[in-house]
């Protein structure tokens, strides 16, 4: 199991990486933007499946419609904790004058132990693993802040049973970008 997820995340790389090297036009400005010749940056706040959940960063490779993001928070006391963390690659579709259109592909491992802050049973630890292909559309406002929606085709794992389910469990994130 874990080497079908290896290949399918390792084949989606590469895909994208050749996409990359593309030439494409979007508006009279590649990529929608004159200002992306730098590339572009964003922080803010994650939620959903395969996103992870507390901080998130963002960042679109110079002349290119390929971004990668990373998310997560620990919380952690003494005895206990839970932390999220979630990587993932985006790919635009195309972009206009107030946002744009991607495909992503997100994973996000969420752990608790010892309790997990009041998640699980005292005593225990569980880890849940989120993986899939999502589509998504980013609305900007106020020059430098972003709205994004991604709904992907998340397949769930857990540490116990394995394969649990695969459900569209949304992603949200609100960022400001630079």
């Not at 049973?121 to 994004?148: C, H, K, M, Q």
Request: hydrophobic share 40%; net charge negative.
């Amino acid at each position: 199991m874990n080497k079908t997820i290896l290949t399918i995340i390792t084949a989606a790389i590469l895909m994208c990486a050749n996409v990359a090297h593309a030439d494409h036009w979007s508006g009279g400005h590649k990529y929608g933007s004159s200002s992306n010749s730098k590339g572009s940056s964003g922080i803010g706040v994650v939620a959903g499946s395969t996103y992870g959940v507390g901080i998130g960063f963002r960042y679109t490779f110079k002349d290119s419609p390929v971004g990668i993001q990373f998310g997560g928070f620990p919380l952690i006391k003494k005895k206990e904790g839970l932390f999220s963390a979630a990587a993932g690659l985006q790919f635009t579709l195309h972009t206009g004058n107030y946002g744009r259109a991607f495909v992503s592909l997100s994973s996000s491992v969420l752990h608790a132990y010892n309790g997990g802050m009041d998640t699980i049973p005292e005593g225990e630890s569980y880890t849940l693993w989120a993986v899939g292909p999502g589509v998504g559309i980013e609305f900007r406002f106020l020059d430098n802040f972003s709205f994004a929606i991604d709904v992907p085709a998340a397949s769930f794992f857990d540490s116990e049973e394995g394969f649990v389910g695969m459900l569209p469990i949304p992603n949200l994130s609100f960022m400001f970008t630079w």
